[in-house]
């Protein structure tokens, strides 16, 4: 993995646990509704507040879809020692044909001495495609993963959570409290506050998330995954916060993955690489 150098004690330790996620990692072995309806406010917009809780949520990643693109910031987090490290990417997603294209910023501790360029990753259905993964991986090639290979189905390897897998975990939402209104960006959102089934998920997502959720649901040491999500006027996602707990060595680690879109409507373009353009060769560790 990408994430081995690190300088003092508590920064160690939090590296090391990003590591033991599988984050920015290159194999498995790293890892050890419809958006139709709803009550209308009489403008054809759709009434948040007119719906339950459970309904909107199992309904967002339709939503989504219906919006078509969008742009995206991610942040990925944990904490050992007192201390935070945290991977950032930007970029746009298409939830229509659930593909994206970002660019993944490792912290320094991660990057190593002599630093590293942002990581270019995109999203296909059961696919990570990683460029400028370093460890000896040409400049001009692409490392391809098959996330339904990967115990954490691409939640936290990438160091980005796959924006539709994202939505598609609300699908498992319960125990859901309403916490309030507020404004995200200008935007008023309403939040709510739970619990995602891995499994329960799963089994109701989309036949292309499906694969990589049931490997993550397989995968973690808890399929209990708490959330908050923000859902503006219109039912589209506008940030959610999920809280995955995973076994590594010694006590379990919990790693906090947030998404937020804007943007939407924006055409997204992803050209997946050619055969010829695909890493085949050996990966270094470091």
């Not at 994206?100 to 999203?123: F, M, N, Q, S, Y």
């Not at 404004?183 to 109701?204: F, I, P």
């Not at 997204?268 to 060769?281: C, F, K, Q, S, W």
Request: aromatic share 6%; net charge neutral.
């Amino acid at each position: 993995m990408v994430v081995q150098q690190y300088r003092d004690g508590g920064r160690a330790r939090a590296v090391r646990a990003l590591a033991a996620a599988g984050v920015i990692a290159v194999s498995a072995g790293c890892f050890g509704g419809d958006a139709g309806s709803g009550a209308s406010d009489g403008s054809g917009r759709r009434s948040v507040a007119a719906d339950r809780p459970l309904d909107l949520l199992g309904q967002a990643a339709d939503v989504l879809v219906e919006a078509g693109g969008a742009e995206t910031r991610t942040s990925m987090e944990t904490a050992a020692g007192g201390t935070r490290v945290t991977i950032r990417g930007q970029g746009a997603y298409d939830f229509r044909r659930q593909l994206g294209r970002l660019k993944v910023v490792l912290p320094e501790e991660a990057a190593g001495a002599d630093g590293h360029r942002p990581i270019t990753e995109l999203l296909a259905p059961g696919t990570l495609y990683m460029k400028n993964r370093g460890a000896g991986v040409p400049d001009d090639k692409w490392v391809r993963i098959d996330t339904t290979t990967l115990k954490d189905g691409n939640l936290l390897t990438g160091g980005v959570t796959d924006p539709m897998a994202a939505a598609e975990l609300l699908r498992g939402a319960a125990d859901v409290t309403y916490a309030g209104k507020s404004e995200l960006a200008g935007v008023t959102v309403h939040h709510y506050r739970g619990v995602a089934d891995l499994g329960r998920a799963a089994r109701a997502a989309s036949p292309q998330s499906r694969g990589a959720l049931s490997a993550a649901a397989k995968g973690f040491s808890k399929d209990a995954v708490p959330f908050d999500a923000y859902l503006d006027e219109d039912g589209r996602l506008r940030k959610v916060r999920h809280r995955f707990t995973f076994s590594a060595e010694g006590p379990e680690v919990s790693v906090v993955s947030t998404l937020l879109l804007y943007g939407f409507g924006l055409p997204v373009t992803v050209n997946l690489p050619d055969e010829d353009a695909i890493y085949t060769g050996e990966i270094r560790q470091g």
